[in-house]
């Protein structure tokens, strides 16, 4: 049966998403009249187009509250309590860390070769000198493995800390895109190889590094969440590991032990034993069953035994889909996940997995809704996005840097002293940040700009650096490296005078009217159609250039438009699998207890967070998503989460069959109860009929006699069907 639900799910699919908008089953006449179905159709709209999916009940409580006041309370989110959300946050204490606070806790290798080479002492704490310990065994067991590689192992060259005058020479920029990626791969902040694989390959520009180095680590296991798909062996492997866990220690009855109990157990073990303990939970099969019931610091203790940047990757990806899921403002959700993609940094690229909390929480949200120069402001200075584009490192080529030239700085009190560099440092002046800020940020691929003109920007920005990377992370500005003089951008003279020719270099291109339209045409196609009615974007333009950015007044004339409400919009939008994931739980009413079988989910859909390479971030159209192996995969996770398979989430389907015409548990009522709550009874007949046929089918070949009367199995199956049918597809 499952063979063949999921060809009907796969075929349905492909020939409606690849086709025009599935044409709606006819409704029976009843006491509503067409305005009550229209206003009913609006909110379903706005629902769908300004949240990350309905839940039960929220459509009849935007029809009740009126969707205009619906939305524009959704424009003004600082309105809106979310003390339930920040609730569920709490537990993920990294998302309240910052860089130097992650780094003590969850130490990468670099921090645990300093620790093995007495540069950085122990910590005291047992569970954090438990994570250390745990770490340097297995740094020596892989150095005791590959003795030939000792000197490369055990001593590699040290990453340059912002600011310390240690740049890119000439002779990096002329090195090609592979010996850079293997570089990158000997890194000490490497992080797990398949969430690259998973991502575009690296963008690059003319002799310069490229922009998202592929990164592969000597020390990440495989448990990191971007693993696609266990293979039967893999599954089977980890299962062996499991049982030879609690073979090898004799704790075969550590699994019935009390929670507490049980971690002090482990902690109790000799540091073999606790890497015995880490490797079990490699792929996230079994063993994480040995943290069920403990607290959020036990969890990340055992977690990290096995690797501890992968607790900080975890819980910033839980923290991100209980926010899509959770949140009262929606609209601030959708908004900070579309400038977070518009502005797009890449986990994988070193220490970046430090900084990326901090930028979308204090760099993007607070703009989200606000002015777009202020944005634009936020993260040409966010950590983050200096270290993705490496703009940090960038020097100017007749720098004071560059040349070797002292620097002259003052104290606190006033008093100058002479900074004199170490040693002369050839021209490095990094490009990635310049382009990108022009044909991605602000004026579009075609926005008139010339490659002097990205020359002339990257100049502008020498010296925008980073303040102590592992020690906090913040902006600094470093004269010493700024290139001196004035510039010249898109025909403007930029007069030399330090961190502001950035500021005014940022006006110029917020305030640009190819920036107007190339950033209203993004949001027609977030909010409207992949491809939005030219006139539409036209008039948000005009919006944006009237109201100085506003990107709230833009959206207004957005929501406010006749295009946004027309039939062609109805649930025009394929949705992502990040949406299609967030708005299938919601629509069930679930109960998510562990988000990360969910972001896993999200992985094998191929679109792992904060996973996208390139700095162009994750495509918004159809056609990315639309294949028929993507769609099996959401067919299968749809069936999955209904029939309550999807570990730590909690699916009551019952409930949504509840109210069904028929006493009896007639399928046909029951299907369009259903229908009614997970889809808005918005389902072509051809699904409808499709889904009675597949569960008419097996019962009918097995003589269990009358196939109208659905099983329980029956109800989670018509849900699971539901949520992969073409309707739901779609927004």
Known sequence: MKSSIARLGVVALCLSLAGSVPVLRAKKNDSKTDAAFNEQKRAVHALNRLTFGPRPGDVQKVMAMGVDRWIDSQLHPEKISDDALQARLAPLRTLRMNSKELVENFPDNQVIRQVMDGKRSMPSDPARRAIYEVQIARLQQKHES?????????????????????????????????????????????????????????????????????????????????????????????????????ADLGAQSLIDLPPDERYRKVMAMSTEQKLSVGESFRGGGGGLEFLDGMDVRQRETLMALNNPQTVITEELNQGKLLRTIYSERQLEEVMTDFWFNHFNVFIGKGPERLLINNYEQEAIRPHALGKFEDLLLA?????????????????????????????????PYGRPHVVRPKQKRNSGLNENYGRELLELHTLSVNGGYT?????????????????????????????????????????????AKGEDEGKEVLHMLATNPQTAHFISLKLAQRFVSDDPPPALVDRMAATFEKKKGDIREVLITLFHSPEFWSEQAYRAKVKTPLEFVASAVRATGAEVQDGLFLVRQLNKMGMPLYGSQPPTGYPMKADKWVSSSALLTRMNFALALTSGKVRGVNVDASQLAEG?????????????????????????????DSILAQLAEPEKKSGEGNSSQPKPSGVSTMAGLLLGSPEFQRR
């Open 660 to 688: 069904a015409a028929s006493a009896q548990g007639d399928a046909n009522a029951t299907l369009s109860t259903m229908e009614a709550k997970l889809v808005a009874a918005d389902v072509s007949k051809q699904t409808h």
């Open 146 to 246: 590959k003795p030939e590689q000792q000197p490369a192992a055990m001593a590699p060259p040290a990453q340059p800390e912002p600011g310390a005058q240690q740049e890119p020479t000439a002779s990096d920029s002329a090195k090609t895109a592979e010996e850079l990626a293997a570089e990158a791969a000997a890194s000490p902040d490497a992080m797990p190889p398949d969430i690259g694989d998973m991502a575009a390959p690296a963008k690059q520009t003319p002799g310069n590094k490229a922009v998202a180095d592929t990164n592969s680590s000597e020390d990440i296991s495989s448990s990191a969440p971007s693993k696609a798909k266990l293979t039967p062996e893999e599954e089977a492997e980890a299962k062996r590991r499991e049982e030879r866990l609690y």
């Open 451 to 495: 490659q002097r003109d990205v020359t002339e920007v990257a100049k502008v920005f020498t010296g925008w650096t980073i303040e102590k990377l592992r020690d906090g992370a913040s902006f600094r500005y470093d004269p010493a490296m700024h290139e001196p003089g004035p510039k010249f951008v898109l025909g403007h003279k930029i007069k």
């Open 379 to 411: 993260t040409a200075k966010s950590p983050a996005m200096l270290f993705y584009l490496d703009n940090w490192m960038s020097v100017g080529p007749n720098s004071m840097q560059a040349e070797g030239r002292p620097e002259v700085r003052y104290g």
